[in-house]
């Protein structure tokens, strides 16, 4: 099942970027309750260890809301301005209670009653579906989230919201003032992208989570529901980066909350971003070698080219060329789909972004002149 979304590769005016720091606590909260999901964050999961066992029972109580699925109310508008936590806070409070308990439902109705698109809040109140919500929240959480749930959503925000109150008391507040000048930092990187290469440039940067196709304008992400999203001249995608996303994407595409991403902030990502051995190191360096590879990169990478599409704008013959582009393949440089007559090729991800990191703790390791012989 795929969530694909449709904007003109030519549309950087429907998209906004935005930060929250609602968000972020709720994110860095998944990392508590699912730490092996996250390795680069395992310093902040042994670091809370110090928080109070009160404040520990509730994130556990609530574990189930944020362990496989993210509440869309938290998503935050491309408004322009960057709220602090307290007016956040206050914003949620005005959410619509049907649409809140709503949001707390779906992570144990999974998946959705009649399909994911469009879901309905009255459902809800079908004797059946009431059962099934309240044995899952009891299995969940506990019998008095699961009366909350069912008769009390209000009560059942103030409860969310007090619980992320306490814990930014307690532990994150701190952590925001750290984070705030490195997400403001994504933003402005991933702006100076969409600058240089258009939208679907920097969404390259984000595969395998978001898959994208510049020509037919549209990237698209694999989860539990089929939903088809198209951005319209008078809708906003917000893109939102994140220290604590990382190693997945967090998106929404049902109203009334933002459409939007949220993805790694570049930072997290270059620090969780694999190593490439030496054996294949060497590998790919001698594929690079070559002038006529290097062009032939350069032009795969700004989108999927076929072998006669390349080789006159390379300047050699298409058998030369498949010689060159075979090279670049077997290194893992490269990867090959057909498409009716024509063999497409397209520029692995992080391949290339690899190589300055792998090469830089190679030639730092101890063992380096021992490895060069092997």
Known sequence: MTIVFRIPASGAERVGFAYSPAMEAVLSLHVLVEPKHHPVQHGWVRAMRRLSPGLKREIEAFSFAVRSYFPEFLFPQPTGGLPGFEAELAGLRAADPEL??????????????????????RVLDRPEMRRQLRERAVRE?????????????????????????????????????????????????????????????????????????????????????????????????????????????????????PLGLVFPVSSIAREARPRIPPARLVGILRALADDTRLRALRLIAERPRSTQELAPLVGVSEAALSKHLRVMA???????????????????????????PSLESFLHSDDAGDRATD
């Open 141 to 257: 959480s506990d019998d008095t989230m699961a009366a909350m749930l069912l008769d009390a959503p209000q009560s059942l925000l103030e409860r969310f919201l007090t619980m992320l109150e306490r814990y930014w008391r307690e532990a994150f507040e701190g952590e925001w003032a750290r984070l705030e000048p490195d997400l403001a930092a994504g933003v402005s990187e991933a702006g100076h992208q969409i600058a240089e290469r258009g939208l679907y440039g920097m969404l390259r940067g984000l595969w395998p989570e978001v898959r994208s196709d510049a020509r037919a304008e549209k990237f698209w992400l694999e989860r539990p529901h089929d939903h088809d999203v198209v951005i319209g001249p008078d809708d906003r995608l917000v893109l939102a980066p994140s220290a604590y996303v990382w190693p997945h994407v967090r998106v929404n595409c049902d109203g009334p909350w």
């Open 330 to 356: 077997d290194a893992g440089l490269l990867e090959r789909r057909r498409e009716g007559y024509y063999v497409l090729y397209w520029l692995v991800p992080g391949q290339v972004a690899g190589l300055a």
């Open 100 to 121: 809140v308990r709503l949001e707390f439902a779906v992570p144990l109705l999974t998946p959705w009653p009649g399909g994911g698109k469009g879901r309905d809040p």
